[in-house]
């Protein structure tokens, strides 16, 4: 397991370096750089902008600048916040987004899995239809009409909730929810259908005609392998939903990671957009790790190669 | 069995519920809270790139400045007079040349220090440094020798026109003549910083220091920072040093950087906010129509217009070009299209711009639009070839576009396509040339007619149409000779109707700031360049 692990993290170096040269030279050949703006600058006041980040050397030199700078764990100044380095950013920003992301992901597993398995095991009565069509209105429903809905009720009407901001817990709620229920309805989903595979094999008829209480034959025998499409649905999705969210963060205005990602590309705030384009492969490539790893421990069918 | 499956859905409902009770009572909103208080909640639209005056580009930083940094001279609320400010009183020479500013002796920084000429010096010293890279360094051109200095051709500072005599005078000479110096002073570049107090941190004249962080920032005006939280909020506090801080009411201003317009109006109705930065489009028409108190309407000096790039056929011609021009139905566009009270412009300064009118033009005439294409051979839009309107993708500008692109097809009979593109991009084509007509818009500089008119100088790095005129440019000399406002603003007005005649652009309406304000906020009085003195500004519960 541990030269599984060992090897696949090595293939992280590799998998970074061509996102990182690729993502340099494409928002190079963006038209349009950091200090276009309405106002034209004179030639001399854009040279000395240019050359105070070294923009007025050649592509090649500045690339190999940028590369020997991350050797060293330094992702560069941010061209649009004169003052504050991308790792600064990136530090500060990222907690906010993991933590909108954990209760996001806790808000849709505490709802997804039990709903799933409910609609499962009452398969095709009421329960089943109400957990569906549920499940389908989530899936349907986008989150920048689910956020200002919540909004308009709880913040708006109610009074209860501030509309935008991350202040204090109260502010956590309604991102968490309006986040987490679309993921929710997935998990809902992907949950009844590997139940229902599950519920129909053979060592569940063997579990039930040993006497095996029915609480017992789905949750310990059934919900193993009924959660495997989960798992692998969750390795992608969880790196998706702590990197946080651009519509999410827009909507409430989080000061999350999200809309740094947007923004630096409408900005060409280069050092930026690559330093969260590398965050989010990697963040990737650890997910979908992890996600290998719990499917291999949870089907005794598959094995580390 | 059946309750048992269905404990973990309801523990968690219940847990939910129990918590939203916890906090549910309708709290006391920010607003209420502000307004007992004294502190008022603003959006500022984006999060500010820095709080270095001198290096500052955009308005929500320029809005947060102003409330940090004073200026030598300020205005009276309302009638816009030049008011003193660090500066007392100022003597001006009768060619209008030099300025001798007489600095108040109370003036003190956040540090408590005294505000002294040499500040002033050192800080517009450190903005024509080279180094500093300063975008708005170009604003300081207006000092005798500034440009020379800033561009590398001398190190030596005392060739630029800044002097400071003693500790409270300070002694400017200017390139030319400029009625709007004092105006131009409230402008971020010019606002006196600590140079020494930023010498502390790092380098002061270099970009990225951290002296604008909570802690480091020495100020001069009414509030000092307390808190900086980057995409959350900033909040300054009354200055405990400030000359006039017996006439400051507020307590304190938190500045929010909202960059949706949809969240900030509903962080207003949820009571979170005392202004937004702005209003949807759609949200506008409704609360005119119903009147609604909050609903604020400000003049803005800022000109929605078409470039024509007179280097692309058939708009090297200067009869097709008045011909679209004249077709454009600008009552239409301002009054009924768009929300929001804004004003048809059938000149590129605005007439409510002080101390200048605008050459009287007839701006829409289709049978002269007609006559003019008949003119130049394409009777009915005939052997014309299809015309590209370029613009970014703003939801406004798309709105204009629509109106002309229909105008200009039913009057003219012109085949005529919208292109869009993201905003870099489009500033991207617009300095190469690839454009054929190119919506866009211009905000002035300072409250004078030259910040819209130097633009179309042959030598303005902001015209980019192809267009250029010697007798244009020799006007606009002539302008910059005359030290008697009146005689300089006709011959302004002449370079105006040169250049709408010769039509390389076709202006289309004059924007206004459309936001929402609370109504217990008094005395806001912003001016046309967007100003707003919060001395003057004072929370009063209204119910």
Excluded at chain 2, 123 to 140: E, G, K, M, Q, V
């Amino acid at each position: 397991m541990f030269r599984f692990i060992a090897r696949r993290l090595l293939q992280i170096v590799p998998v970074l370096f061509v996102i990182v040269t690729a993502t340099f030279f494409m928002v190079r050949f963006v038209p349009g750089g950091p200090f276009t703006s309405e106002k034209a600058l004179p030639p001399e006041i854009l040279k000395n902008i240019e050359a105070h980040y070294g923009l007025d050397q050649p592509l090649w030199r500045q690339y190999l600048n940028y590369l020997g700078r991350i050797a060293h764990g330094d992702l560069g100044p941010s061209f649009k916040y004169a003052n504050r380095s991308v790792n600064e950013i990136i530090g500060d920003k990222l907690p906010v987004s993991l933590e909108l992301g954990g209760l996001a992901l806790a808000v849709a597993l505490a709802l997804g899995l039990p709903l799933g398995v409910l609609a499962a095991v009452r398969r095709n009565s009421w329960v089943d239809y109400l957990c569906s069509t549920t499940g389908m209105i989530g899936i349907c429903v986008p989150t920048f009409v689910l956020g200002p809905l919540l909004v308009l009720f709880f913040a708006i009407h109610l009074g209860w909730v501030n509309a935008s901001g991350w202040y204090d817990w109260t502010d956590r709620v309604l991102p968490a929810l309006t986040l987490g229920f679309v993921y929710a309805a997935y998990i809902m989903r992907l949950t009844r259908g590997g139940m229902l595979e599950v519920l129909n094999q053979d060592y569940i008829r063997t579990a039930r005609a040993k006497g095996a209480s029915e609480a017992r034959v789905v949750l310990r025998h059934a919900l193993r392998g009924g959660l495997l499409p989960v798992v692998s649905f969750l390795g992608p999705a969880i790196a998706g939903i702590l990197t946080g969210s651009f519509v999410i963060e827009t909507i409430f205005q989080i000061p999350g990671l999200g809309r740094e990602f947007v923004n630096s590309a409408f900005n060409r705030d280069y050092t930026l957009v690559l330093g969260t384009v590398m965050l989010y492969a990697a963040l990737l490539v650890l997910c979908n790790l992890a996600a290998d790893v719990v499917q291999v421990w949870l089907n005794p069918k598959l094995k580390f190669e | 069995m059946k309750s048992a499956r269905l404990i973990p859905p309801v523990l968690w409902l219940l847990t939910s519920v129990l918590c939203f009770t916890a906090a549910c009572a309708r709290r006391e909103s920010a607003v209420a809270r502000g307004n007992r208080e004294g502190v008022l909640h603003l959006s500022v639209g984006s999060e500010p790139a820095d709080l270095d005056p001198q290096t500052v580009t955009g308005l929500a930083d320029a809005k947060i400045c102003h409330s940090l940094f004073e200026p030598l001279v300020t205005y009276e609320p309302g009638t816009l007079e030049p008011k003193p400010a660090l500066a007392e009183r100022w003597d001006i020479s009768p060619d209008g040349l030099t300025y001798t500013f007489h600095l108040r002796a109370d003036a003190k920084w956040s540090n408590g220090e005294p505000v002294t000429a040499q500040d002033c010096v050192d800080s517009w010293r450190r903005i024509l440094t080279p180094s500093l890279a300063a975008d708005y360094a170009y604003f300081l051109y207006l000092l005798r020798g500034a440009e020379a200095y800033h561009k590398g051709q001398t190190t030596d500072f005392a060739t630029v026109g800044a002097v400071a005599r003693d500790a409270r005078t300070l002694v400017v000479t200017l390139t030319h003549p400029a009625p709007y110096f004092l105006q131009i002073l409230l402008n971020s570049p010019w606002r006196p910083v600590n140079v020494r107090s930023i010498a502390v941190v790092g380098d002061a004249y270099r970009r990225g220091s951290p002296w604008t962080r909570p802690g480091n920032l020495v100020s001069s005006g009414p509030f000092v920072l307390k808190e900086w939280s980057p995409h959350q909020r900033v909040v300054v506090e009354k200055s405990p040093t400030y000359y006039d801080r017996a006439r400051v009411r507020l307590n304190a201003v938190h500045f929010y950087p909202t960059d949706s317009i949809d969240a900030e109006e509903r962080a207003y109705r949820s009571g979170q906010l005392h202004a937004t930065w702005a209003l949807p489009l759609a949200k506008i028409l409704p609360l005119q129509r119903e009147k609604n108190p909050a609903l604020r309407i400000d003049y803005n000096l800022e000109t929605y217009f078409f470039r024509l790039n007179v280097r692309k056929a058939p708009f090297g011609d200067a009869r097709v070009r008045r011909a679209l021009s004249l077709a454009v139905d600008r009552d239409t566009i301002a009054g009924k299209i768009l929300p929001g009270g804004r004003l048809p412009a059938p000149t590129f300064t605005p007439g409510f711009l002080k101390g200048y009118t605008p050459p009287a033009r007839t701006a829409y005439d289709l049978e002269a639009a007609r006559k003019f294409l008949a003119e130049a051979g394409h009777p009915g839009g005939a052997g014309l070839p299809p015309i590209d309107i370029l613009y970014n993708n703003s939801e406004i500008l798309r709105l204009v576009a629509e109106a002309i692109q229909q105008m200009w097809k039913r009057d003219l009979g012109l085949d005529v396509r919208l292109v869009n593109q993201e905003y870099k991009v489009v500033f991207a084509s617009r300095r190469s040339g690839d454009y054929q007509v190119l919506l866009g818009t211009w905000t002035a500089d300072y409250l004078d007619a030259t910040t819209f008119l130097d633009m179309w100088r042959s030598d303005s790095g902001n015209n980019h149409t192809g267009w250029s005129d010697p007798a244009y440019d020799a006007l606009s000399d002539r302008a910059n000779t005359i030290a008697d406002p009146v005689a300089r603003a006709a011959v302004l007005a002449q370079a105006e109707a040169l250049v709408l005649n010769a039509a390389p652009i076709v202006p289309i309406y004059f924007n206004t700031h459309v936001y929402l304000l609370h109504p217990a906020v008094k005395g806001w009085q912003p001016t046309p360049g967007d100003h707003t003195d919060y001395r003057y500004v004072w929370l009063e519960d209204t119910k």
